[in-house]
Nanobody, 124 residues
């Protein structure tokens, strides 16, 4: 059974930084892509970033490109999201996810395993 546990959310001022982490268990971690999505109040969940199983390929949403960095440590079964130059528009619950697909780019609708989410609030 795949389990994902996020940590690292919090309250930060605009321009500040936060680092989110997600620890996975239940299967071979390095085989599958990992992703971060976010959901702001009243909005649909949206893609933020993804990273391939090896860590060699990444994709970002245009809204975070150049500010966020996704990385993974396959020895520790963790994926991280370093968020710099945060903006109030980044306020959301952030979810870590993974997939059963081995395709790249990973089909967005193939991310079916999710953590419980961690709140990120950016004040202006």
């Amino acid at each position: 059974q795949v389990q994902l546990l996020e940590s690292g959310g919090g309250l930060v001022q605009a321009g500040g930084s936060l680092r989110l982490s997600c620890t996975a268990s239940g299967r071979t971690f390095s085989r599958y892509s990992m992703t971060w999505f976010r959901q702001a109040p009243g909005k649909e969940r949206e893609f933020v970033a993804e990273i391939s199983g090896s860590g060699g390929r990444v994709n970002y949403a245009d809204s975070v490109k150049g500010r966020f960095t996704i990385s993974r440590d396959n020895a520790k079964n963790t994926v991280s999201l370093q968020m710099d130059s945060l903006e109030p528009e980044d306020t959301a619950v952030y979810f870590c996810g993974t997939t059963n697909s081995i395709l790249w780019p990973t089909p967005r609708n193939s991310y079916v395993y999710w953590g419980q989410g961690t709140q990120v609030t950016v004040s202006s």
